[in-house]
């Protein structure tokens, strides 16, 4: 590459041109931004601050072959455009952030396909991929992948203190080592390690001059890789717990352990690369790189940028977007019929109790108003039941399913799925979801259902569609959880307290219908 190159792929247009998208890009996503940094100031996300630095050295890596080949607009950049744009009002309307993000990416591949061309967007097809890697998945998998890298780490973690020789019990996340007790907290749930691991095994991939297949092994081998590693901080954990006390599970001790675990991680994946490279030699092939001749015509099509028809329609169509979603109003609060403050205690034969939810989890659920009380029939049988209301579902401020609550607990859900509970005699079904939940010898039958705006779902997914659905149609996006739980008496059967369990959602759901508004 050369400096007269450079210069006259750098020129005032097109700097103009980065500016207005940068601007726009900043008023279109500037509520989502913050919210991506403070998942970046997470621990299991800090990660994320090196990932935009990485992109940018990609790039550069190639800065010879981009201001080589000359641009080719064209507009098949139409097609991830709009569809970015889609997934911002998905987003927007149904209060998701992670298809926000999506969407910024979609947009800014549209962008490039617009200005640069396919030659030279599969040349830093890579980097601009691997911007994906800095985005947080969704809470929804989150959850789900925090608890199973616990519980599956803290099953082998306790099999590996077990042939140690240590005396071990495993509770759900809890380690009983008989002269204390070990917590597997989300923090030591692997998804620490999980994540920085799989984009470091992309990159090793991406720089392994290797077969395909082999590059996909290496990343795929980053998942065993941190539960094993996992395990093994858990057990080492244990052991030095049973000599150091609790020294070994909180401040520098903690953080050291995680600290050589993770380069004994990294270590795995390099001794991965060294066997793989032994055990299936490939030929070397030289390759006679092509220096791209510099075409002729590079200054005038930078010089018109900003008369490209992908440019004007790409601005408008942004600016459109902004415009609609600062001045129409998509999700207006819709309050309450009545406030649950005025839930009846008494409902047919039952007889309830109010409890009260600590502030912290009043806190991080916010919705709009609850309410939670224990009931119990003449026999004296309990249900807990907890409905929490969402006025506006906001990005971020939306209902949290309780299908993992319970889980990290020690509990073992069996026959879980969707259920259907008559509710009077005309065939009028309510749709749940449905689980017995079982710790030991205690058993316990769960329901759960989101009551939304007239309908009653059961599914997150279409949860999160009629919310978009409904505030680009209705302008609502209120919604509510409703969940029961009823432990089951001993020697009783299931289906005995399941029928006691339906009777008491049949009494209480015309009464609840009467708060949440249709």
Known sequence: ????????????????????????????????????????????YSYCYLIPFIVVYLIWEKRTFLFEISSEPEWKGIYPFLLGVGC???????GEFYIMYISSWLILMGLCLFHMGWKKVKIVFFPLCFILTMFPLPNFFNFRITLALKLISTKIGVLMMRAYGMSAFQDGNVIDLGFTKLQVVDACSGLRYLFPLIVLGILVAYFFRSRWWKKIVIV???????????????????VLSERFGSKAVEGFFHDFEGLVIFMFALGCLVFEMIVLAKLFPEAK??????????????????????KQPQFVVSVVLLGLTFTLSQGVEFREAIPMNKSFNSYPM????????????????????DF?????????DGNGSPINFYVAYYESQRKGESIHSPATCLRGGGWEFKNAGKSLVPLDGDGNMLPVNRAVIQKGSYRQISYYWFPTRGRNLTNAFELKWFTFWDALTRQRTDGALARVIMPVDPGEEVATAEKRLQSFIREMEPVLSDYLPQ
């Open 220 to 238: 795929l081998s980053t998942i065993p890789i941190t539960i094993l590693t996992n395990s093994l901080r858990i057990a080492f954990t244990g």
């Open 368 to 376: 709009s108003d609850y309410i939670m009380a224990d009931y119990r």
């Open 346 to 365: 008494e409902v047919g034969k039952w007889r309830g109790t109010p409890q009260i939810m600590e502030q912290k989890f009043i806190n991080a659920l």
């Open 1 to 44: 590459m050369n400096k007269k190159n450079m210069k006259s792929f750098i020129t005032a247009p097109f700097m103009l041109l980065i500016s207005t998208y940068l601007l726009l890009f900043v008023l279109l996503y500037e509520p989502v931004i913050p919210r991506l940094l403070r998942w970046w100031g997470r621990d299991d």
């Open 88 to 94: 911002y009002w998905l987003g927007e309307l149904g």
């Open 285 to 306: 092939i030289v390759k006679k790189e092509e220096t791209p001749v510099p075409q002729e015509g590079e200054i005038m099509v930078q010089s018109s940028l900003l």
